[in-house]
């Protein structure tokens, strides 16, 4: 196929990083979870990064499972390691300090400055590949500069020590003169409330004090109301003022206090941006790290996330009525549409959730309203509604701190495309951050691009080499497949001066064809068109599209389609619809306009055009040999004042006797293309027709004919390949209602299984042109997801019956 060229719209957003941020909960997660708050909240966008507690101090050491579908949804561009610190030990055993100060002093050095001068020292860690192969098989950060990488691996985690300076990938936001940054003093507080607070506004850990203007405000007593308010709304509560007994702070209003927090100064020269309303509220009950960081996730993702632990709401409790004061917040009255507060958590059980969601509803059962004809009625109050974790994940959500002046720029580039693989022809006009300016000329920012109707699937396995065209030299930038984008970071790697300091990369968007090699080859494995993928494919470039072949595949045409097929028990003579020969059927145009029931010759002769022009149909004679009889089908280009026998070669002069004896002159026939024939006798159109019922409402749509896919347990056929809007999609289409294999169901359903498993596919579709699949089919695919699943995010397996028609 020829390549096309054209002027595409492309959407471009720039904005700060979303970081991940793994740490060690050793034995006071709560203290840990403090550190790692205080991390991100240094770091340029730190606002919108999240937290992952890992229990084992291993190499194999992963995260909850609970947390992943969140993170997937949350989209990482980086997964970073906290590196715990000689203070983080001391903390856990005190003892340890004295071995430390014995061991390293120095000569003359009194204790308190050797351990100031050690304590911010880290610990030696194992490696983190159990947590990179967990990333790398549910989400898609960046992989470092190595453009053929395929896995996400252990070298490919930042340390967040690491990010000190103003530079790189975790640019620091520091303290300008004159605008200090405002934290509580909250080392008199019950730890479990103050990382309430900190996960709430951010902190500075002691370490980094001195790098900034931090002023702490006092907290006493009575201010421990307000600041459960404050962690639990995003807000102060009316009448509080945290600046007023700090002389440094005095004249500064509740609401400036906050907007000078470590979390405010992270999100500087950014603006926030939830790119699908309308979002829930999620209440986050539980005791565990876990719960805290499930917290996190959903306040990214969604409107507004609170993390509760029970015992803070046991009745009787110091907090209790601070809480659910806050929390009733949340119980706006008349708010459109009504979605309600959902109640989840990763410890809990949904027994416990429920009661949890009862108790808290319960002031408002009783609550009534008067309407407009003075009538009391049910009070329209949005309640808490107990969910568990795969409802909670079914809500989409994703948070961006993108550049104020940069969220949102619409371009019409010039594109090139060779079958679905589309390439951008010149660099984006992309401009500088605005956080440039302020954080330095080494600070990365993060470029979004979209092509519309094109969305990749977001997948480690996608290279760099397969995102950005080759120049011959070192790669400009590094890019990834994200969600609904892909993106690349804007620091040139290549050879880069003061001038060309930014990437302009030459995008690439590559095909369905291209994008199964890669998934496939990250595994092992090996992907190709089988016999059926093949005619599929002819077919479709014969029609343009594989949208447009199923249109006609599964509308009106196709009954003429179907009337060049005679029965199998005839194949010769007139058949009805047309005349057939040796098992082949030629159609004429009164037959076709018979067989669409046309009253006129004009649709069928316009049908027969598009078809002849695109070589679905061709136009000939239906002749006999002179010398041997033998009858057979002659092109109009085969056919002059003689033509050729196709049997014995003999010359035959086109005269009366050589056609049928009936007609005055020789009579109009058409014949199917072969492949076409083939692929309706073969029943290639149910995948075809079932792609197309599957793209129904979608916004964007891959496609690639169906694919052997080999590795070394052997070659499986899939019948459907599909990335719908992101989302890979595979799976089996049949004429019949059975799943068949040498060894029956359960293997057919075990091999489709391990073929989605190197495919990593999101969803596995049985189509059937039948009213439904043979008793067991479904049970068995879903059975084989549970059992042979070993990674990455499992699977949904739908079905799709009465697939177009019978034939």
Avoid at 626 to 634: D, I, L, S
């Amino acid at each position: 196929m020829m390549q096309q060229t054209e002027y595409r719209p492309v959407g471009v957003r720039l904005r700060a990083p979303r970081l991940a941020v793994a740490y060690h909960t050793m034995s006071d997660w709560v203290h840990m979870a403090r550190g790692a708050v205080a991390g991100i909240s240094r770091v340029w966008g730190g606002s919108g990064a999240v937290v992952l507690p890992v229990a084992e101090m291993s190499a194999t050491a992963t995260v909850a499972d609970a947390l992943l579908p969140l993170l997937r949804l949350y989209d990482p561009d980086h997964v970073a390691g906290l590196l715990p610190t000689l203070a983080d030990a001391a903390h856990m055993d005190p003892s340890s300090v004295d071995q430390v100060l014995a061991q390293y002093a120095a000569g003359g050095e009194d204790r308190e400055a050797t351990w100031q001068r050690l304590r911010s020292l880290s610990l030696q860690t194992p490696g983190g590949a159990g947590l990179a192969d967990q990333v790398d098989s549910w989400c898609s950060p960046f992989k470092g500069v190595h453009q053929d990488q395929r896995r996400f691996q252990a070298d490919n985690i930042v340390h967040l020590d690491q990010a000190h300076g103003s530079c790189g990938s975790l640019a620091t936001v520091p303290a300008l003169p004159g605008e200090p940054v405002f934290t509580f003093d909250l080392s008199g507080v019950d730890p479990v409330v103050a990382l309430m607070v900190e996960s709430r506004i951010g902190a500075v850990s002691e370490d980094a004090q001195s790098e900034r203007e931090v002023v702490e405000l006092p907290v006493r007593e009575e201010d421990l109301p307000a600041l459960i308010h404050l962690a639990v709304t995003g807000a102060p509560r009316p009448g509080w003022d945290p600046a007023g007994r700090c002389a440094t702070a005095e004249g500064r209003t509740p609401a400036a206090v906050i907007a000078s927090t470590p979390f405010a100064h992270a999100a500087r020269w950014t603006t926030r941006m939830i790119a699908v309303p309308p979002a829930p509220t999620v209440w986050v009950v539980g005791e565990s790290a876990e719960d805290h960081a499930l917290a996190m996730l959903c306040d990214r993702l969604y409107r507004h996330a609170v993390w509760i632990p029970p015992r803070l709401l046991a009745d009787g409790g110091p907090y209790t009525e601070a809480v659910k004061a806050a929390l009733y917040a949340f119980h706006g009255m008349g708010r459109l549409p009504a979605l309600p507060i959902l109640l989840a958590s990763a410890s809990q059980s949904q027994d416990d959730l429920q009661a949890w969601a009862e108790e808290l509803n319960r002031p408002f059962n009783e609550m009534a309203m008067i309407a407009g004809d003075g009538l009391p009625g049910p009070a329209d109050i949005t309640k808490a509604k107990a969910v568990t974790l795969t409802e909670l994940a079914a809500h989409d959500g994703t948070l961006l701190l993108a550049d104020p002046g940069a969220y949102q720029i619409s371009q019409r580039a010039p594109t090139s495309q060779e079958r679905e693989s589309i390439s951008l022809l010149t660099p984006l006009q992309v401009p500088e951050a605005q956080a440039a300016a302020h954080l330095g000329a080494e600070m990365h920012w993060y470029v979004d691009v979209w092509l519309p109707r094109h969305t990749l699937p977001a997948r480690t396995a996608l290279p760099g080499s397969c995102l950005t065209q080759d120049t011959g030299g070192f790669p400009d930038t590094v890019a990834r497949a994200a969600r609904s984008t892909l993106s690349f970071i804007s620091a040139n790697m290549g050879f880069a001066t003061p001038d060309n300091r930014h990437a302009r990369p030459l995008l690439h968007f590559p095909s369905a064809d291209r994008v199964f090699e890669e998934l496939a080859g990250a595994r092992g494995a090996t992907v190709k068109r089988s016999s059926a993928g093949l005619r599929a494919a002819i077919a479709v470039e014969m029609w343009g599209s594989y949208k447009a072949l199923a249109a006609d595949l599964s509308g009106p045409v196709r009954t003429v389609l179907d009337s060049f097929l005679p029965p199998a028990k005839q194949r010769d003579g007139n058949y009805g619809p047309g005349y057939a020969i040796r098992g082949n059927g030629y159609v004429a145009l009164e037959d076709i306009q018979k067989t669409l029931g046309s009253g006129t010759f004009d649709t069928s002769r316009d049908l027969v055009d598009r078809l002849l022009a695109a070589n679905v149909l061709r136009r000939g004679l239906l002749l006999n040999c002179a010398r041997c009889r033998f009858e057979a089908f002659y092109r109009i280009e085969q056919v002059g004042a003689a033509f050729d026998c196709e049997a014995c070669g003999h010359t035959s002069a086109l005269t009366r006797g050589r056609w049928y004896a009936k007609d005055a002159e020789p009579h109009w026939y058409y014949a199917l293309d072969q492949v076409v024939q083939d692929l309706l006798q073969q029943h290639g159109d149910v995948p075809l027709i079932a792609a197309q019922q599957l793209r129904q409402g979608a916004f964007s749509v891959l496609w690639s004919p169906e694919l052997a896919v080999t590795d070394a347990e052997g070659e499986i056929e899939i019948d459907l390949c599909l990335i719908i809007d992101g989302r890979i999609v595979v799976g089996e289409a049949k004429s019949n209602h059975t799943l068949k294999a040498g060894n029956g169901t359960r293997e057919a359903a075990a091999r489709l299984v391990h073929a989605a498993q190197l495919l990593s596919a999101d969803e596995i579709v049985l189509a059937t042109s039948r009213k439904a699949w043979s008793k067991g089919t479904l049970a068995a695919v879903t059975t084989a997801v549970a059992r042979g699943w070993t990674r990455g995010p499992q699977p949904v397996v739908t079905e799709l019956v009465g697939v177009g028609a019978l034939t």
